[in-house]
């Protein structure tokens, strides 16, 4: 007779195996709660520091190393016999453009180093690894403020030509993670690839769990959180600066989503995705609504502000929402109204 122990020992050797890099993040707060509600994998985590208590708790393993750290990357994925990766670890816009080279041995270097490895794993145990990378509406520049109005909804393919750092390393991953999924096995005796890359170009995300850090987009979630707890704030950018966001809920979503997608309904790699446009001045409004005491003010930083003007006023997410069915759970309304206010509130305990 089979004991309880080892029918869990039996499932959980069947159960996916997924990997999250970067996992103490904003969208790690997020992701990891959501994949263990679904009960259907078992989470291990990596993390240049120790994963939060709260989110200790829904994962098997959690290990805090370097994303650079070969040695362990390799143990890990070998030992874990990962099947998915989520590759989140990445040093955000405004905190690269502080630290270039640093940006670059992360963004670029631990992406060229974890995408090496599960190659070489998935191709020595003959099966395929998925790869699902988060990238970012600053791969695209725009020439100019005014260009942004003229454009309309950019499309993937359109204006890639990013001026930060940021940017240019999340373009590059993308492209590597291309070749590794189409292009590897041309010079191989491979009939097809090992890695599955599947990639998130999302827009600005405002999180009502957690503080923001270190994103060019982050005036939003900051008007927001230093209103709820009674403080002014001085927007790094004009109240007329234009860009697309998402609520996090929406932005876990679509991950999940897109790793969960049938292979061959999928006619891209890197898919945006949407849920509404908006200016600083409207967010402020919407914000001093709820909070008549907030004290918004606006004083342009010439460097964030220059970034901030070449990414587009919104993105084309049709490939995705045909391909995937993506849709956003979130509409403007409803972030504000119904995840954002009310979650901000309750974390600052206001009334």
């Not at 590897?184 to 990639?199: A, E, K, M, N």
């Not at 709820?228 to 790094?236: K, L, N, R």
């Not at 234009?242 to 809920?249: A, G, H």
């Not at 004290?295 to 460097?303: A, G, Q, R, V, W």
Request: aromatic share 10%; glycine share 6%.
């Amino acid at each position: 007779m089979i004991d309880f122990r080892t029918i869990y020992i039996l499932v959980s050797y069947y159960m996916e195996t997924i990997l999250i890099t970067g996992a103490n993040g904003e969208v790690g707060h997020g992701l990891i709660p959501a994949l263990f509600k679904q009960a259907k994998c078992k989470i291990i985590t990596l993390d240049i520091n120790e994963l939060d208590p709260d989110l200790q708790k829904m994962v098997q393993k959690s290990v805090v190393a370097d994303i650079n750290n070969e040695e362990i990357l390799k143990k890990f994925i070998e030992d874990y016999q990962v099947n998915t990766v989520f590759h989140l670890a990445a040093i955000l816009s405004t905190g690269a453009e502080k630290n270039p080279e640093k940006a670059i041995a992360i963004n670029a270097g631990g992406t060229e180093k974890i995408l090496e490895i599960i190659n070489i794993v998935a191709r020595s145990r003959k099966m395929v690894i998925k790869f699902i990378f988060p990238s970012t509406i600053a791969v695209y520049g725009l020439p100019s403020a005014e260009s942004k109005v003229k454009s309309g909804a950019v499309k993937e393919e359109q204006f890639l030509n990013p001026i930060t750092v940021y940017g240019v390393t999340k373009l590059y991953c993308e492209n590597l993670g291309i070749y590794y999924s189409d292009n590897y096995q041309l010079l191989t005796s491979s009939q097809h690839g090992f890695v599955d890359f599947r990639c998130v170009r999302f827009p600005g995300i405002i999180s009502a769990l957690t503080i923001p850090t270190g994103g060019t987009s982050d005036y939003a979630p900051e008007m927001i959180h230093s209103a709820a707890q009674g403080q002014g704030y001085e927007s790094f950018v004009r109240p007329n600066t234009k860009i697309p966001f998402m609520v996090m809920p929406d932005a876990v979503k679509a991950l999940i989503q897109l790793a969960n997608a049938p292979k061959d309904k999928l006619n891209k790699h890197v898919y945006n995705v949407s849920s509404f446009s908006i200016t600083a001045g409207e967010i402020s409004d919407l914000v001093n609504q709820v909070f008549p005491d907030s004290s918004i003010s606006y004083n342009p930083d010439p460097k964030r502000q220059k970034i901030v003007d070449t990414w587009p006023e919104a993105v084309d997410d049709s490939a995705a929402r045909t391909d995937w069915k993506w849709q956003p759970d979130y509409d403007l309304q409803k972030s504000f109204n119904e995840y954002l206010i009310p979650e901000i509130r309750s974390k600052y305990n206001k009334k």
